[in-house]
């Protein structure tokens, strides 16, 4: 099963839910996600953020989802890694 | 409109608590000295009929209750509306499904309950005597008298609860109320002579 290792994520956000809350909220997607947060730029209302997520099955329906929800928006996929099946 | 609160939505909910702590103190302290002047003046002009007197606080404390609710509904929507808008321009995208769009129409209602509840509830309890004036008639004192002296006592209560909020002595905050309410009663019996 071909599966997604690794997301480099450029999001805008609004300045609440704050950093941590954000990436607890990426993190109890599913089990064993890594998430790693850092703001390249903030302004009156929002700040731009780099997320890099890791983890065993990245399923990127549901952090898109959580991201929308939280009133954030996916802006690029910066870097991905996918882990193909391996050959028989 | 569904009722599944997650934690985020919450979040949003309890930072709005200081915005109804604030409504909950103005309202509850005006629908209380409304009803207090209401019920000293019908004191010191001698009025006997309970009834009367019922029915004219009743239909104020439901003016403050409806006043409350629809103010408070109306001023809190347009503001998280502006809000919201200032937010989906900043961010390029609309909001409504989110955390925030959710949030900007829960809250005006949570506020307004709270700004509506706080005056009918504190009246209710002020009116209470005059409720039961037949049943506390043993205590041989007007049920008016009974009125103003749980609204003094309420108002009082309200001053404490400033004074906690704010971290000052509770004695004071509360005296200082209190001191309003009577300054009140004073100018009402300046008047009624």
Same mark, same amino acid.
């Given at each position: 099963?071909?599966?997604?290792?690794?997301?480099?994520?450029?999001?805008?956000?609004?300045?609440?839910?704050?950093?941590?809350?954000?990436?607890?909220?990426?993190?109890?997607?599913?089990?064993?996600?890594?998430?790693?947060?850092?703001?390249?730029?903030?302004?009156?209302?929002?700040?731009?953020?780099?997320?890099?997520?890791?983890?065993?099955?990245?399923?990127?329906?549901?952090?898109?989802?959580?991201?929308?929800?939280?009133?954030?928006?996916?802006?690029?996929?910066?870097?991905?890694?996918?882990?193909?099946?391996?050959?028989? | 409109?569904?009722?599944?609160?997650?934690?985020?939505?919450?979040?949003?909910?309890?930072?709005?608590?200081?915005?109804?702590?604030?409504? &909950?103190?103005?309202? *509850?302290?005006?629908?209380?000295?409304?009803?207090?002047?209401? =019920?000293?003046?019908?004191?010191?002009?001698?009025?006997?009929?309970?009834?009367?007197?019922?029915?004219?606080?009743?239909?104020?404390?439901?003016?403050?209750?409806?006043?409350?609710?629809?103010?408070?509904?109306?001023? /809190?929507?347009?503001?998280?509306?502006? /809000?919201?808008?200032?937010?989906?321009?900043?961010?390029?995208?609309?909001?409504?499904?989110?955390?925030? *769009?959710?949030?900007?129409?829960?809250?005006?209602?949570?506020?307004?309950?709270?700004?509506?509840?706080?005056?009918?509830?504190?009246?209710?309890?002020?009116?209470?005597?005059?409720?039961?004036?037949?049943?506390?008639?043993?205590?041989?004192?007007?049920?008016?008298?009974?009125?103003? =002296?749980?609204?003094?006592?309420?108002? &009082?209560?309200? *001053?404490?609860?400033? *004074?906690?909020?704010?971290?000052?002595?509770?004695?004071?905050?509360?005296?200082?109320?209190?001191?309003?309410?009577?300054?009140?009663?004073?100018?009402?019996?300046?008047?009624?002579?």
């Amino acid at each position: 099963m071909t599966t997604i290792r690794k997301l480099v994520l450029d999001i805008l956000k609004p300045h609440e839910p704050n950093a941590i809350d954000f990436c607890l909220a990426l993190a109890s997607v599913g089990d064993r996600y890594q998430i790693n947060l850092i703001v390249a730029e903030v302004d009156e209302k929002t700040e731009t953020i780099v997320v890099t997520i890791e983890a065993p099955d990245i399923n990127f329906a549901e952090i898109s989802a959580i991201v929308q929800k939280m009133g954030a928006s996916i802006h690029s996929i910066d870097e991905v890694e996918v882990h193909g099946e391996a050959a028989l | 409109m569904s009722f599944v609160l997650d934690t985020h939505l919450m979040l949003h909910i309890l930072r709005a608590q200081n915005i109804a702590r604030r409504y &909950f103190i103005t309202n *509850g302290f005006d629908g209380a000295l409304t009803i207090l002047g209401m =019920v000293t003046g019908f004191y010191i002009s001698g009025m006997t009929d309970i009834s009367i007197a019922i029915s004219a606080c009743l239909g104020a404390t439901i003016a403050l209750f409806m006043s409350g609710l629809s103010s408070a509904y109306l001023s /809190e929507k347009a503001e998280r509306e502006k /809000e919201l808008l200032e937010l989906e321009q900043a961010l390029i995208r609309d909001l409504k499904t989110s955390d925030y *769009g959710r949030a900007s129409r829960y809250l005006p209602i949570m506020i307004a309950l709270v700004n509506g509840f706080s005056p009918l509830i504190l009246c209710l309890l002020i009116l209470s005597p005059l409720f039961l004036a037949e049943q506390i008639s043993f205590l041989f004192v007007s049920p008016f008298i009974n009125s103003i =002296v749980i609204a003094f006592v309420s108002i &009082f209560l309200l *001053g404490v609860f400033l *004074g906690k909020i704010s971290q000052t002595f509770w004695l004071w905050s509360g005296l200082r109320t209190l001191l309003i309410a009577l300054f009140t009663i004073f100018i009402i019996l300046l008047f009624g002579q």
